[in-house]
């Protein structure tokens, strides 16, 4: 979590190259680590004036340059972020966090602690955060109260000494250069952290952490042996923090049950802090991979004051836990239908709920229905043309239960019926709900 340089660049259209280098910081020992780190894809920081220019011909601000570059300007290279890849003498130096303000461009490369080939996930670089928050800070510094450029010139004549106190060794300590300034004894101070602006209150009460998980199982179930079935588990973990305290540090783990599937495609809420790298990199692997990172997965976090989705997941379980055989054939405006639902024996045999919806698309609303359940009770939306099997908290001992019946429609009403171009004939569906 460190910096291996950082340049403030003066935008200065009509002079040649377009821009001067106002301050220009390295950190040797930062650059020895970062050597060592990114082995044959390292880098080295450049001079000065080749950095200047390549920061900005990528910025579009050298005068010479009106016409379109394909590398640069076409729509795959869309910038959404303030990292840059820099050409640089035959090479690429990445990642260059840059932005644009009051003229002057704010510019700092990260140590990234591994190698670069293939980059790695931004957000696994813990250096990019420390960087923006850098150069915001200098940014505050040098354009708080000043009116002109001998304010500014004269703020530029600060930045080495107060970088020695609030970054020393590329090693960001504070960012508000301003404490540097009015504090001789920089390490001895301690203020209040400051109340962030996207929490508007703080809590007071009992401390209480709520945590819900929720998974969904999407399935397809062919019933054919020459078509393979699939499935996958959607999961979502909801957590409702009340704590004391402006910003208190929370960090939850998740462990795997027994056998239990590793998560894969994690997704987390922007106020996780931070991730081990094991987490990161077991995204969409193989599910039979014996190096998949199986925990526990570890989520240290600032919570919000309101209930928010902590993350998101994806997992490949061996079996879904329902089976079921779904056939139907239409006679006229009648539907013979065959319903037959298993419970896996790795399922536990008991539900808060647990229902089938048969939904019919395309058709008018059902006017008679005749059927025959082995279990449960089915029920009839005429008007939304659906059946809804309620099958209850638990399956039977035998663990199988099947329905079959004839459903007969009125006059199609495109206006009032469920209607969609995908669910006809064969592609009819029963969704399983528990």
Wanted: charged residues 20%; glycine residues 6%; aromatic residues 10%.
């Amino acid at each position: 979590m460190a910096q291996r340089a950082l340049w403030l660049v003066r935008h200065e259209p009509g002079t040649p190259p377009g821009g001067t280098v106002r301050f220009s910081r390295r950190f040797p020992t930062v650059e020895k680590r970062a050597k060592v780190f990114n082995g044959a894809s390292y880098v080295p920081i450049p001079e000065d004036g080749p950095f200047l220019k390549a920061l900005l011909f990528e910025f579009r601000l050298l005068d010479d340059d009106k016409d379109f570059v394909e590398s640069r300007d076409s729509c795959s290279r869309i910038n959404k972020t303030s990292i840059y890849r820099l050409p640089l003498g035959g090479q690429e130096l990445w990642p260059v966090i840059a932005f644009l303000r009051n003229g002057m461009i704010y510019a700092s490369i990260p140590l990234v602690e591994q190698t670069l080939s293939p980059p790695p996930p931004l957000i696994s670089i813990s250096g990019i955060s420390q960087g923006l928050e850098l150069l915001f800070g200098i940014q505050d510094f040098l354009f708080s109260g000043q009116k002109n450029d001998t304010e500014l010139n004269t703020r530029l004549s600060q930045l080495p000494d107060l970088l020695l106190q609030a970054c020393p060794f590329g090693t960001l300590l504070d960012a508000n250069l301003q404490n540097s300034m009015d504090n001789t004894d920089f390490a001895s101070v301690t203020q209040l952290p400051k109340q962030p602006a996207w929490k508007a209150g703080t809590y007071k009460g009992k401390p209480q952490v709520f945590i819900s998980i929720t998974e969904k199982v999407k399935s397809m179930q062919y019933d054919k042996q020459d078509v393979a079935d699939t499935w996958q588990v959607v999961g979502t973990v909801v957590c409702k923090c009340d704590l004391e305290g402006i910003m208190p540090n929370v960090t939850m783990s998740l462990s795997l049950p027994t056998n239990g599937s590793p998560l894969q495609d994690i997704l987390v809420h922007p106020c996780v802090t931070s991730l081990d790298s094991a987490i990161l990199t077991a995204s969409s692997i193989d599910g039979m991979d014996d190096s998949a990172f199986s925990g526990p997965y570890k989520f240290p976090f600032t919570p919000p004051l309101e209930s928010f989705n902590l993350c998101y997941y994806t997992s490949q379980v061996p079996v879904p836990p329902i089976l079921g055989f779904y056939q139907m054939k239409e006679e006229e405006v009648q539907l013979k239908l065959t319903v037959n639902l298993k419970l896996h024996e790795s399922v536990k045999n008991n539900f808060e709920f647990c229902e089938a919806h048969i939904p019919f698309y395309n058709r008018g609303s059902i006017t008679h229905l005749e059927y025959k359940v082995s279990f449960g009770q089915l029920d009839v939306f005429r008007e939304k043309s659906l059946l809804v099997w309620t099958i209850g908290q638990k399956f039977p001992k035998s663990m199988e239960i099947s329905l079959s019946g004839t459903v007969t429609f009125g006059s199609k009403s495109r206006d009032k019926q469920p209607f969609d171009h995908i669910c006809i004939g064969t592609t009819a569906y029963v969704k399983d709900e528990n």
